[in-house]
């Protein structure tokens, strides 16, 4: 996660994971990489099969938060969104 300030305004972007760089990874390294809303962690054949799901709606990153564009970037959040408490 990168903060960027911007008029004295701070906005968040959400880290997201490249969906051909993280299909080619090993799955020992893959295994863990990604964690549910929950906490828990994604096997590699889960994590592999996130990938896929989200490169064949044609995203080139796999997008980690609600606001992104087609690709699946995120587009930023001002500071007080991302504060507010979870839905
Ligand atoms: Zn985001």
Redesign the pocket.
């Known amino acids: 996660m990168s903060e960027t300030t911007e008029k004295g305004r701070v906005r968040?972007?959400?880290m997201t994971v490249d969906i051909r760089g993280g299909l080619k990874l090993p799955n020992r390294i893959l295994a863990g990489m990604l964690v549910r809303d929950d906490g828990t962690r994604l096997t590699a054949e889960e994590a592999r099969e996130e990938l896929l799901q989200a490169f064949r709606k044609g995203y080139d990153v796999l997008p980690?938060?609600?606001?992104?564009d087609e690709k699946g970037h995120?587009?930023?959040?001002d500071k007080e969104e991302s504060e507010a408490p979870a839905k």
Do not use: S
């Open positions: 968040t972007f959400h980690t938060c609600d606001n992104h995120c587009l930023g959040h």
